[in-house]
């Protein structure tokens, strides 16, 4: 059998130990690389624990994210040779001469380490605890470990720290969700697609024992995926059934609390780095983790455009520097400016960046803007009379329109749409969309975390899983068990509290706030937005983000037909947080 050997070069001002092994305390052994300053010492460390291959470059894992990253944004690409780019993960050229080690750990059962894959499993969050303790212990370290990474090398920092590692010193997850069951595989209780396929195209094709099937290193020449090529009926057995176990848990059992965050474990100093348009995967955790992490020293950070992009531009590593050079290196004066809430605030055509102290912030105008099914406005007044609106359970629904607001208006920060609804058969899904159309009604939209035409915020709810956490419920984020299914009766009206994620944009004066009620997907009534080479379909509106698996939406229980109830005591409405202008300090 084919093995890997540790060796250690010196090249553009690093010094290299590639396929360095760190044991895990079941005895199997994992891979990882190790960048480190040439001069000798002890330095903090920045170190990774994911599936995506530490040898399969950027470029080439990833190409149509590098080549859109790579023309919009030069100062990524700028002062590095750009081989060691790897998806997600810091470039170690940009990090090593700030005196910082770059640990990057292929996780259980990919690219160079073997052994089952089991994603975001005690078993893997213990490999993940195992080496961080590992790199607080070289002769290289300086005891202190920070961990980064966007994605999969952010939710992963929730779970490990949950269990407290004594050399975790700092974290900063960007786009990181948390809550495995909310911000991942259930929205609102309606099982997302996107694992499946991502494991189809993200894992299988960088899992350990593809050997030749897989790609090389553009910077030492040896396999991505280790030295052996197993099998395929051998790589099948190495690894989960993922979209099938995560599909037979439909509530949030025991399985999905495993691969969850313990909010009042997590204690290490955290920047948590949100995107506006991660609508359907990362946001929703990044915001949770900033407000109920026991933490005492915690930032948070929210940005636009594409969900990698920021994480390597000056802006988001510059951050992340002065971040860890506080916490790692201990010098304090380059983060001691950092506001506690930095906010990319969104405008139709920019973003401005404003400085606040909490969130959701304090000066936030909680207003309910009511439906009215007589005109289908959205109304401050509240409505009189009765109404019963219906809709294809699994159509397009319907959408309710503010007139043309009378000035610019901001909306930054969570909302929460009541409904009350009831239906011909014994379940109903919803799917909200929140929206901005210009004052004739032409939508626009934004260039989200993975799609082009990604409209503002959205919310889900299967309406069996109306059940309200009481202690975790605000009236502003409303908080589901998800522990047990309360059926429909045909006909009677049950009241709905339904969280939309957190976002931010100033709608100017003159166009309009879109609130629709669905029964599938949004998806945008414009371009295509193309296809991207790491995801399966087209980009219509939610990315990779959809719920349109019929094992989970039996059309014999979904296809019926849903009713919207007004009056008598059911009086639907949206809660938006208005933000009025900061105050002007005035004049000496």
Not at 281 to 297: D, I, S, Y
Request: hydrophobic share 35%; proline share 7%.
């Amino acid at each position: 059998m084919a093995s890997l050997q540790q060796r250690t070069e010196i090249r553009d001002g690093m010094r290299i130990d590639w396929d360095v092994p760190i044991t895990m305390n079941d005895g199997l052994v994992l891979r990882a690389d190790v960048f480190r300053p040439v001069k000798e010492g002890q330095f903090p460390v920045i170190l990774s624990y994911g599936p995506y291959a530490k040898n399969l470059a950027f470029q080439d894992g990833y190409p149509s994210a590098w080549q859109r990253m790579a023309e919009k944004h030069p100062d990524v690409t700028a002062g590095s040779s750009n081989l060691y780019q790897s998806w997600e993960v810091v470039d170690p050229e940009k990090w090593v001469p700030h005196d910082y080690v770059c640990v990057r750990v292929d996780s259980r059962g990919t690219g160079c380490s073997p052994g089952f894959i089991d994603h975001f499993s005690p078993r893997e969050t213990k490999d993940f605890y195992d080496c961080i303790e590992w790199a607080g212990v070289q002769p290289w370290s300086n005891g202190k470990v920070g961990l980064n990474g966007i994605s999969y090398y952010g939710i992963n920092q929730w779970h490990v720290a949950s269990l407290q590692p004594p050399h975790l010193a700092a974290m900063c997850i960007w786009e990181g969700a948390a809550d495995w069951y909310r911000d991942m595989t259930h929205h609102g209780g309606i099982l997302s697609t996107f694992w499946e396929n991502w494991y189809d195209m993200q894992v299988k094709t960088v899992q350990y024992g593809a050997g030749e099937r897989g790609k090389r290193s553009r910077v030492h020449g040896e396999l991505v995926c280790g030295p052996e090529t197993l099998p395929e009926s051998e790589l099948a057995r190495n690894r989960a059934d993922f979209g099938a176990e995560i599909a037979s848990h439909p509530m949030d059992d025991d399985y999905h609390k495993a691969r969850s965050p313990k909010w009042d474990k997590i204690t290490t100093p955290l920047f948590s780095a949100a995107n506006w348009g991660g609508q359907g995967l990362h946001p929703r955790g990044n915001f949770e983790g900033f407000v109920r992490a026991a933490a005492k020293q915690k930032w948070l950070e929210a940005h636009g455009i594409e969900h990698w992009t920021h994480f390597y531009t000056d802006y988001g590593r510059e951050q992340q520097l002065r971040f860890f050079d506080r916490f790692l290196h201990g010098k304090k004066e380059g983060w001691v400016k950092q506001p506690k809430v930095l906010l990319q605030v969104r405008h139709i055509d920019k973003f401005v960046p404003r400085a606040e102290n909490e969130w959701p912030l304090k000066r936030t105008r909680w207003t309910k803007f009511y439906l009215d099914p007589s005109a289908m406005v959205l109304t401050t007044k509240r409505p009189s009379g009765s109404a019963q609106l219906k809709f294809a359970a699994m159509g397009d629904g319907l959408t309710f329109l503010t007139p043309p607001l009378a000035k610019d208006t901001e909306i930054t920060g969570p909302s929460a749409l009541k409904l009350f609804v009831s239906s011909s058969t014994s379940d109903a899904d919803f799917f909200i969309v929140l929206r901005v159309l210009t004052g004739d009604l032409k939508e626009i939209v934004f260039q989200g975390a993975i799609d082009p035409h990604t409209p503002i915020a959205q919310g889900w709810l299967r309406a069996s899983h109306r059940k309200l956490d009481k202690k975790l419920s605000k009236p502003y984020r409303p908080y589901h068990t998800h522990d047990e299914k309360q059926p429909l009766k045909k006909g009677q009206p049950v009241e709905l509290d339904i969280e939309i994620w957190p976002t931010s944009i100033v709608v100017p004066a003159g166009y309009r706030v879109g609130l629709s009620v669905r029964g599938k997907d949004y998806e945008y009534g414009g371009a295509s937005g193309g296809k991207l080479s790491n995801f399966k379909n087209e980009l219509k509106g939610c990315g990779p983000f959809l719920h349109n698996d019929p094992r989970d939406r039996p059309p014999a229980i979904f296809n019926g037909t849903t009713s919207l109830h007004f009056g008598r005591g059911k009086t639907p409405y949206l809660l938006l947080p208005i933000i009025p202008p900061k105050k002007r300090a005035g004049r000496k």
